[in-house]
């Protein structure tokens, strides 16, 4: 399997990205014969059929589930002096992956004119969406007007700036608002169920616009009108929004969460409205994500 790094933001280490369920995505999105077959064969059957998703998702909503935490924390190193509520309060497997965590753990940036990263994530940036190059967006392939699906409402964003957020399994799976703003009722365009591992988009570079997901459209005073996309991917049951629509919204405040599994958020502006903080982009124009916590700034606004 294709070794993936990434950049911790804290450290500015590159650091080995370890992979939950490496061996199933090897499987569907590598390039040796039998991935092939796979690939041909039973892809299409689990991304498009969400009945295994959620019946997968359903299985980490049990008691026997819990099982299932301990190691998980062990194998993949996860801080639990972050968490809200101590692990023995978890229930089942799904609640640790949905966990709280303290609100001192992500201080927020307050200053009104920074935007600040909206989830635990690796990050992949790019100041302008009409020269996007990278491991997963090439050519046609990725399209805004099919992501959005508004033509309209692409052309707006068509020079603009796009931020991908890759939330691991390992990371906390809660998201936020990334500035003040009016934010809209969300609008859900139903999808496939793909993967969202770089190694699965390198393969299918059009999986971003065609997962299921929701898109809210944001209205900031700092900012201008942007959009927010939470993108669902294979194994999450449920892209849940717990805000309340057609109100003002501050930020750092929770917009939602996702259940069980890989996801994704992508963050679209308008051009001329905020530039992007160096490190981030200087870590995509490498290739590399980079590991940023909630609350973290994402860049400052142009207004």
């Not at 978890?90 to 004119?113: E, G, V, Y």
């Not at 994530?121 to 992501?147: C, D, M, Q, W």
């Not at 003040?180 to 609008?187: K, L």
């Not at 939602?256 to 996801?263: A, E, K």
Request: aromatic share 12%; with cysteine; charged share 20%.
């Amino acid at each position: 399997m294709k070794t993936l790094w990434y950049i911790d933001r804290l450290t500015g280490e590159e650091k080995q990205e370890k992979v939950y369920g490496d061996f199933f995505i090897q499987l569907f999105y590598g390039s040796n014969p039998l991935s092939r077959l796979f690939s041909s064969l039973l892809l299409p059957l689990i991304t498009r059929c969400p009945v295994l998703s959620k019946f997968y998702g359903m299985l980490q909503k049990t008691r026997l589930s819990r099982r299932k935490i301990a190691p998980f924390i062990t194998r993949f190193s996860v801080d639990t002096s972050d968490f809200q509520d101590p692990v023995s309060s978890f229930a089942t497997f799904n609640d640790f992956f949905i966990r709280r965590l303290k609100a001192a753990s992500r201080p927020i940036n307050t200053d009104p004119h920074v935007a600040i990263l909206p989830a635990d994530a690796r990050y992949f940036v790019f100041p302008h969406i009409g020269n996007a190059e990278g491991f997963f967006v090439k050519g046609k392939k990725f399209s805004l007007a099919t992501l959005i699906q508004d033509t309209l409402l692409a052309d707006q964003f068509a020079h603009g700036v796009m931020v991908v957020a890759r939330l691991a399994p390992v990371d906390y799976h809660r998201f936020h608002f990334p500035c003040d703003g009016f934010a809209h009722a969300p609008r859900h365009i139903p999808g496939l169920l793909h993967s969202v591992n770089p190694l699965a988009l390198i393969k299918h570079a059009e999986i971003l616009s065609q997962n299921r997901r929701m898109i809210t459209q944001i209205d900031s005073p700092q900012f201008g009108s942007f959009l927010s996309i939470e993108v669902g991917a294979v194994c999450v049951g449920t892209i849940h929004q717990t805000f309340t629509p057609n109100r003002m919204q501050y930020k750092g405040a929770e917009k939602g969460y996702f259940s069980f599994g890989g996801s994704c958020l992508i963050l679209l502006f308008k051009p001329d409205t905020i530039k992007l903080d160096t490190d981030l982009v200087a870590a995509s124009s490498r290739g590399l994500e980079m590991l940023g916590k909630m609350g973290q700034s994402l860049g400052i606004a142009l207004k």
